[in-house]
């Protein structure tokens, strides 16, 4: 989380943070901390023993931790594209996005900004009710080769 609707205001961030530890069912929570969190996030005090903040991390690394977890919480749009084609279940904390596909092909959910919104969602998740999702038309990996067939026509 990095988004100022997320995380400029403490208090939202720390109901944030208190609605996903108490919700996971102790499962463990790995925080890539964006800088721009951590600024705000060092002051509230927010502990829990299955709650892993660590360092912002690689591309590789942090798609081998999302691709080996059981859904992400994000407020990053990229992200959305790269839970999409892993299958990977993502609960998107904005209430827009400018990846619709992530949410209407793939396993993204728009949830919107409101701490009060991750409890129910995550009981779906757990419930086995996400949805299966799919990988959008033409995201096979093959762009840059369909970009050298058009410029070279």
Known sequence: MHRPANVDEASKLQK??????????RLPIIFPIH????????DLGIE????HIVEPMGYLE???MVQHSLAVITDSGGITEE????GVPCITLR??????????IGTNELIG???????PTLEHLFAGKWKKGGIPELWDGKAAE????????
Do not use: G, W
């Open 16 to 25: 944030t943070m208190q609605e996903i530890v108490n919700n996971v069912h």
């Open 83 to 86: 839970t999409t084609v892993m």
């Open 35 to 42: 800088p721009r969190t951590a600024k705000i996030f060092k």
């Open 95 to 104: 209430d827009n996005t400018e990846r619709p596909e992530t949410c209407t």
């Open 62 to 64: 942090f798609n081998y």
């Open 113 to 119: 900004t409101n701490p009060d919104a991750i409890k």
């Open 48 to 51: 829990a023993s299955n709650l």
């Open 146 to 153: 369909r970009i050298v067939e058009i410029l070279t026509k």
